[in-house]
């Protein structure tokens, strides 16, 4: 009789666990190796949260930042600073002039975007008010950025894991 309490007992705990881990847990923004898959940060947000980019242009020696804001399963490019024009930034683009920095809002929604860290660029990720060293946490390894539906067991172990 008692190992027929013990099966029922972790029969409903399983199916439990099962069932809060198809709970929907709200989305998160992963950082993925290319090549082999790796997930090197996983970070919770929701429409209207910004991701942005920082890194330093390898020809001009000046700041970029490129911002992106969560759109539902997307990342929709809202606004790119400068400092100079050079080889990969925009010299057609219809830019103001914003505390000596040129600011445009191009076009633009990815459902990824490919980033190649580097030491020299010293990219940097911030996803809302937090900033990651994204050089240190890849290796230098060229990621897919992306935002991804996370379930509610997902999500909890996400904050575990930044």
Known sequence: MRRRYVAIAVLVALLL?????ALPGGRALVVEDVETGEQYLTVSVE???TVALEYMHSVEKTRVYDEYTVRGDH????RMEFESFGWGLPSRANVTREDGMYVFDPPGNYTRVTVSPGDVAGHKLHVGA????LVARTNGRSVHLYVTQRSAFGAATDQLNT
């Open 17 to 21: 666990i099962g069932t809060v881990a």
């Open 47 to 49: 429409d209207g949260t």
């Open 75 to 78: 990342l929709e490019m809202t």
């Open 130 to 133: 937090e900033t990651y060293d």
